[in-house]
């Protein structure tokens, strides 16, 4: 099958390569602990399309990576806010959306909150988040 190269010098399925760069930068920036760049990456998608019908969506996934920046840094309130308000911005989307599987994630994102609010552990302490990239 065709392959196109990403930045970061990694080959993905041509039909995965159509989606928008930051989109696909998210999920390697975000699976590799980057999770400040992840959120900056989709931040320029979000942007320039408050409003839209994938607005909440991007939203809601730089919640997400914007949570693990305040775990990282011990600050679990802040953290648990922002998973709480990421998991509120995907409810509206169906189960795969733009080749992700939103479902999939929006469980992972209650897994992360309950062991951030009952178990009152930074969820960090389990292992690095991934988050399954999009098929292509």
Known sequence: TEQAQSPAGT?????????PQP???FFELFNAGRFFEAHEALESLWLPMRGGADARFYQGLIQVAGAFVHFRGDRRGPGVALLRSGRQHLAGY????L???VARVRQQVTEWLGRAENGRQNPLKAGPPRIEPPAG
Do not use: C, S
Request: a neutral charge; charged letters at 20%; glycine letters at 6%.
């Open 11 to 19: 080959t993905t399925p041509l039909a995965t390569a159509t989606r």
């Open 23 to 25: 989109y696909r930068d």
């Open 94 to 97: 169906p189960a795969t959306h």
């Open 99 to 101: 080749g992700l599987d």
